[in-house]
């Protein structure tokens, strides 16, 4: 009779297989995502990355292995071996399914995917829409998940059990010979749970120990980033400095010169769906997707030096229309602290006398955004509910841009001024759709998004023509950002700096001058910075600091992998909770290649300083539901 523990082993170890297995088609299929890399580096995160293999397939298969552990005769019958089967193929075809997904999604988010996008597929309609055409899109995946699931299930079957009588003496089928290879299996078991024998389990923070940045999806697994994850949208108190120290270092009161006189201008602020800086001609200094958008920077206030302070849809509108960063494994439209009291652009603003208005043609639900404008303070949304025409419908995400931004324009003229508006785009976002009328009149570069960010553009041009025969045209101010970005192929932009870069355009047309300001900006500066610009003269709430303040810091924050990033300048500073991990000096390494951490250690002190006071300010005010000036 085989050993039911070296029967457990050879399971496992096939499971191991199946995950670096995996783990080669991510790479594989992401080459170009991760070709800088040596074949040397490349192995190294393939041998390192068997630890969390190890955790993910322990944790995962728990009950699994736990039936090995069934000390009698029983466990040899058939059906006993049946359940055993079934519960092995499920449980790690689950597996592979993740695991595949991400080898499609990791470069839009950057990372592995954790707990709370499953969670966010849950918002309105967007699954049931979305998923057929993904699947079309992403075919050659479900092949690869039914060949593994066939070929895993073979390879099962492969591992003979006998049910003939034990011989005696043998060590392996004795009693004495049980017991020690319980022994070993259970603390075996024990270690793999724990990702060692470390003094706490390891999560996703320990793979900085391996990799950083872009590296670190290869490292890891999918499974072992969602179990690590589950039920961790807490945030935990920090506290680095006193309260009145954090706050004189990260300041989140903003007290304007309330000698000014407020200017009511109205304001729109566009949000185009994964608008990254890449993709822009004039800022990149070469032909890009966006002739409208370049025009309009010759005749705007433009920060080329502007970050996203998250990599998703649900993390960028709150960073940019309520200031708030993404810095914790939930979005905070998902977490625990969405229900806390938030400034916003819109409730800023409605004590001047503002109307405020929400538009993203998405089905209503969409991630959350209807009911996140409420808590923000928006007086009406407009989705594609309320726009009431399904003829312009795209089949997967809403409405498409040109008509929806009509549409808006519409709306507005019905609105009493002064109004803010937020539009957010759509048809930029996977698969790209552009309307069939359209099919041939941009131009469609080498990546599927060149061409719908070619049509986003359009329209936003269409949009300004129309806009530009209203009353209330010329009393607007226009902001225009992404809210993350998206694929590239750019290998800057595929770095930890570059993959957080986009634009961040201000527009006034009775102002129309070209002026380029190089600090160092972010999405959660927006709203201080349209506040400021308007000479609003109250105090107001924000985690960003308005980017015409001459005297404030100008950085961007963002948060990956368990890891904090603070960009400076022309430096970048990643740290946990405790430790520094790297500094890079991106203006002259634009590769992050050389890592300067504790070589320049009077700026390292200093953005050391920096990011600690707002991560402690930042978990300071929402686990005490402390976000707004009142």
């Known amino acids: 009779m085989k050993n039911r523990f070296i029967l457990l082993l050879q399971r496992v170890l096939m499971l191991f297989a199946l995950y670096t297995f995996c783990r080669i088609l991510f790479y594989i299929f992401n080459f170009s995502y991760f070709s800088d890399l040596s074949f040397t580096a490349v192995l190294k995160l393939f041998f390192f990355g068997l630890r969390f293999d190890a955790v993910a397939i322990v ?120 017991i020690i290879l319980a022994c070993i299996a259970f603390g075996l078991t024990f270690i793999g749970f724990r990702g060692g024998i470390q003094y706490r389990p390891i999560n996703i923070m320990t793979a900085s120990r391996y990799a950083s940045g872009k590296e670190t999806s290869l490292l890891l697994n999918t499974p072992f980033t969602i179990i690590k994850t589950l039920g961790k949208n807490a945030l935990e108190p920090i506290r680095y400095f006193s309260d009145e120290e954090a706050a004189r270092i990260s300041p989140v009161i903003h007290y304007p010169d309330s000698n000014k006189v407020f200017r009511p201008l109205n304001v729109i602020i566009i949000i185009v769906e994964s608008l990254g800086k890449e993709y822009m001609g004039l800022l990149n200094h070469k032909e890009g997707f966006t002739p409208f958008l370049d025009s309009l920077i010759t005749k705007s206030i433009v920060f080329p030096n502007a970050f996203a302070n998250g990599k998703r849809s649900i993390e960028g509108i709150p960073c940019i229309i309520a200031g708030i960063p993404a810095l914790m494994d939930e979005p905070f439209i998902t977490s625990a602290y969405n229900g806390n009291k938030i400034s916003s652009i819109a409730n800023a603003l409605k004590k001047k006398g503002y109307q405020n208005l929400f538009f993203h043609g998405g089905s209503n639900g969409t991630m959350g955004f209807d009911n996140f404008s409420k808590l923000a303070g928006y007086d009406s949304y407009f989705g594609r509910k309320e726009y009431n025409n399904d003829e312009d419908f795209d089949g997967n995400w809403g409405i498409f841009d040109e008509p929806f931004l009509q549409y808006t324009v519409q709306k507005l003229n019905e609105t009493k001024e002064p109004f803010e508006a937020t539009v957010f785009t759509l048809s930029s976002h996977h698969p790209y759709q552009v309307p069939e009328k359209y099919k041939d009149k941009f131009r469609k570069g080498s990546l599927p998004i060149h061409e719908s960010i070619a049509y986003t553009d359009y329209s936003l041009m269409k949009f300004f023509e129309s806009a530009s025969k209203t009353s209330w045209y010329d009393s607007t101010l226009f902001v225009i950002t992404g809210d993350h970005t998206a694929i590239s192929e750019t290998p800057f932009y595929q770095t930890r700096v570059g993959m957080y870069a986009l634009p961040v355009i201000f527009f006034q047309p009775t102002d129309a001058i070209s002026v380029i300001k190089n600090e160092t900006t972010s999405q959660i500066d927006i709203t201080p910075g349209v506040l400021d610009y308007l000479h609003y003269d109250e105090p107001f709430f924000s985690f960003g600091t308005s980017m015409f303040d001459s005297l404030g810091e100008h950085t961007s924050v963002s948060y990956l992998n368990s890891t904090y990033q603070l960009i400076s300048g022309d430096c970048a500073l990643v740290m946990d909770t405790a430790n520094v991990h790297s500094l890079y000096q991106f203006s002259t390494d634009s590769l992050l290649n050389h890592n300067l951490k504790d070589s320049l250690p009077e700026l390292q002190s200093i953005m050391v300083r920096k990011l600690k006071a707002m991560i402690q300010q930042y978990n300071t005010a929402l686990m005490n539901n402390k976000m707004s000036a009142e």
């Open 59 to 178: 944790i995962s298969n728990l009950l699994f292995i736990a039936l090995h552990f069934y000390p009698f005769s029983l466990f040899y019958h058939k059906i006993y071996q049946n359940i055993l089967r079934v519960l092995f193929l499920f449980v790690n075809t689950i597996a592979v399914i993740l695991n595949l997904i991400d080898i499609a999604f990791v470069r839009f988010e950057g990372k592995r995917a954790t707990s709370d996008a499953i969670r966010v597929m849950g918002f309105g309609d967007d699954f049931v829409n979305t998923v057929p055409r993904m699947i079309l899109d992403y075919w050659y995946l479900l092949a690869l998940l039914i060949v593994l699931v066939y070929v895993l299930n073979k390879l099962y079957s492969k591992i003979k059990i006998t049910t003939t009588a034990p011989g005696t003496g043998l060590l392996l089928s004795s009693v004495q010979g049980q």
